[in-house]
T-cell receptor, first 110, second 117 residues
Framework: RKEVEQDPGPFNVPEGATVAFNCTYSNSASQSFFWYRQDCRKEPKLLMSVYSSGNEDGRFTAQLNRASQYISLLIRDSKLSDSATYLCVVATSGTYKYIFGTGTRLKVLA | GAVVSQHPSRVICKSGTSVKIECRSLDFQATTMFWYRQFPKQSLMLMATSNEGSKATYEQGVEKDKFLINHASLTLSTLTVTSAHPEDSSFYIC?????????????FGSGTRLTVV
């Protein structure tokens, strides 16, 4: 079993739609969680950290469920510019190591 | 915000030659930097953790004699792919942490696309 699993997609959605991605992780000792965005042939860029209480940044909402060991990302009012691969990242505090999921590819269609 | 500069962005080399990739933290000191490799349609895989002034820590399955890492200063880490072969063709990315733990998130360099012919 992979340490971090994501549905690779692609998710094809129309502009304005709401889309959600889930990510599961296997290490119950994981302490830090992030969503990164990666455009084709580019480096990953931090989209948002994920906090236990859930957090929101504009159209993006991230949630963490420790009991079920998954995190989610919700994108509202999708824009064409949201088309990218979204990487779920999990880390254990003190190790400095990031574990990346394979990413979920999103295509927002006009 | 924190910026990590990586170059070259793209390199094509002949099989058997060595390639050096540089990663610099421009506006902060990075005692620890990380080197990742990403094959097409796969996730980023950590290759090694680079520590300033000490030996790098390599992940299981990564040959330390093939992927030489030097972290001689608080702002520069280099990865040298020695005797490169076509199977080493990949996207190599470095990253560094601004803070002292994973909690802050890491900043990534822009990546180096290596093609070995």
């Amino acid at each position: 079993r992979k340490e971090v699993e994501q549905d690779p997609g692609p998710f094809n959605v129309p502009e304005g739609a709401t889309v959600a991605f889930n990510c599961t992780y296997s290490n119950s000792a994981s302490q830090s969680f992030f969503w990164y965005r990666q455009d084709c042939r580019k480096e990953p860029k931090l989209l948002m950290s994920v906090y236990s209480s859930g957090n929101e940044d504009g159209r993006f909402t991230a949630q963490l469920n420790r009991a079920s060991q998954y995190i989610s990302l919700l994108i509202r009012d999708s824009k064409l510019s949201d088309s990218a691969t979204y990487l779920c990242v999990v880390a254990t505090s003190g190790t400095y190591k990031y574990i990346f999921g394979t990413g979920t590819r999103l295509k927002v269609l006009a | 915000g924190a910026v990590v500069s990586q170059h070259p962005s793209r390199v094509i080399c002949k099989s058997g030659t060595s390639v050096k990739i540089e990663c610099r933290s421009l506006d902060f000191q990075a005692t620890t930097m990380f080197w990742y490799r990403q094959f097409p349609k796969q996730s980023l895989m950590l290759m090694a953790t680079s520590n300033e002034g000490s030996k790098a820590t390599y992940e299981q399955g990564v040959e330390k004699d093939k992927f030489l890492i030097n972290h001689a200063s608080l702002t520069l880490s280099t990865l040298t792919v020695t005797s490169a072969h076509p199977e080493d063709s990949s996207f190599y990315i470095c990253s560094a942490s601004v803070g002292q733990s994973t909690d802050y998130g890491y900043t990534f360099g822009s990546g180096t696309r290596l093609t070995v012919v």
